[in-house]
């Protein structure tokens, strides 16, 4: 079972911008559907990007627009460039597959937007 490490958060104004890496513990090729998640305080776990094996991407409404999913397979990483950052994106970001049983989830990375 493949295992995943994020990193690459921190706190950030409003407005501002921060780029999250997920390092992927093998060959991430044969992996067709991977995706960011996010959990905020007192709220489920969400998908909001997810990128194929094709590099076909899809991404939720209250991120579409300001965040981006990439995947360097030669690096085993997913990314997610986050920008126009809002307090309402403040939640601890994971990676993971997308499928009906995902991998088991890492520690995350915490993602604060405050002033």
């Known amino acids: 079972q493949v295992q995943f490490v994020e990193s690459g958060g921190g706190l950030v104004q409003p407005g501002g911008s921060l780029r999250l890496s997920c390092a992927a513990s093998?060959?991430?090729?044969?992996?067709?559907?991977m995706g960011w998640y996010r959990q905020a305080p007192g709220k489920q776990r969400e998908l909001i990007a997810s990128i194929t094996s094709l590099r076909s991407t899809n991404y939720a409404d209250s991120v579409k627009g300001r965040f981006a999913i990439s995947r360097d397979n030669a690096k085993n990483t997913l990314y997610l460039q986050m920008a126009s950052l809002k307090p309402e994106d403040t939640a601890v970001y994971y990676c993971?597959?997308?499928?009906?049983?995902?991998?088991?989830w890492g520690q995350g990375t915490q993602v604060t937007v405050s002033s």
């Open positions: 093998r060959n991430i090729v044969g992996i067709t559907h």
């Open positions: 993971n597959t997308v499928t009906a049983i995902t991998s088991a």
